[in-house]
């Protein structure tokens, strides 16, 4: 599994004592089924659960690095890639899987892609992806049950920088992801019991950045910076239980896009940053969520799109920045959320867009210190919906957007700035 695709699925103290519940891997279920002739690979000696105990510490930094230079050239795609501990778990047709997840990063983890490109008919690609400590598990018709405790320490920062440099190209893309603490979660025919501690004291940081001259077509960059970050999807099965804790002390979390072409049809530049986020969806199961977030970090979210010559289809760009960020959501089963979020981090999204011509021009802006969503879907079936939320920020809110555009068929901007939002929503025939 690529570490962008982990971490795009989709996020702090150290040195702290957790609770017995968090660190420790709970006791092989007792009276458990008998182990079954087939399938073979679901049987463990005396009909024990599959267990996993794991442990990864990585004591020194990470660093990658891709470079590419081509003065013509029918395509080209660039990666980099560095995680200073990876987790994959998976699990088909089981009696059960317990899972005992301890990761800790205590030196850097660095991503970084270079490309100058001259002339191309095709797409060039180029993406750096950096996550200190990653965790995905998926599992099908077996229950799950999971403890996974993630820290990054102060000092151990994660960057990922992606810079493009291009003359006459067809097509350009950048992407830059940074990520703290990342967890994803799949579960489809299968009861969910999950708990998950996040703890990020870094700084993290996402950069995507381009100096084009002519793109035919369309010119994207996109960057996202996420301390800790928890995602999951229960479909079909047992009940999921999922309770999360998660807590962003670094100095900052900042996502920077800076996309320049000269010429072009269509240009995006897309940041997003955010303290703690968790999300997780449920359909025909019975969901429970408990969300617990604590951000002290600054969080930042800038998007440049300049065009310096003339587009001539859209000019966008967008900012996205949260303390902490809690999406919960269930279809045909009831969905009972509970969310504790206290934001104390300055939280800045900061949009300006600038060019002449094209169709049309549009900058969003957009700054939350705590934001918690739930939603149940009854249309599949009976269900009801049960929420408590608490929310308390003292972190500086701010969101700007500045537009410059000449001969524009139309042009839209917005800044939102909020300081606690909550929305939760019964969604019936």
Partial sequence: MKLSTLFLSGVAFALTTFPAAATEAPAPSEGGASCQPAPASSCSGGGQLPFIDNEQLQMSSVFASYELRAENTGSAAGASAASANLLTTSAQNAQGLIIDNVQGAFGTTTAQTWMDVGHSDGTISNTAAATANGFSAAVDATAVSMNSTQVVHPGADVNAWSYTRSRNIYAAANAAAAGGNVTTLHAANSGVDARIVQNSAANIRATAETDHCCVRTAATATAIASANNATGASTGGGPALVSTDQRSSGREVIALVDLYVGFTGDALAVSSANGNALTYGGAFVPLTVFATQDNSSDVTSQSYATVGGDFTGALSASSYGVGN??????????????????????????????????????????????????????????????????????????????MVSGGAGHVVGAATAVGNAATYSVRGH
């Fill in 325 to 402: 960020s809690a999406v919960a959501q269930n279809a045909g089963a009831d969905g009972r959320f509970v969310t504790d979020q206290s934001n104390s981090g300055r939280v800045t999204a900061y949009t300006a867009v600038a060019g002449t011509g094209g169709v049309g021009a549009t900058g969003v802006s957009m700054a939350v210190g705590n934001m918690a969503s739930g939603v149940v879907c009854t249309t599949c079936g009976p269900a009801t919906l049960v929420a408590a939320n608490r929310q308390t920020n003292a972190g500086l809110i701010t969101a700007s957007t500045t």
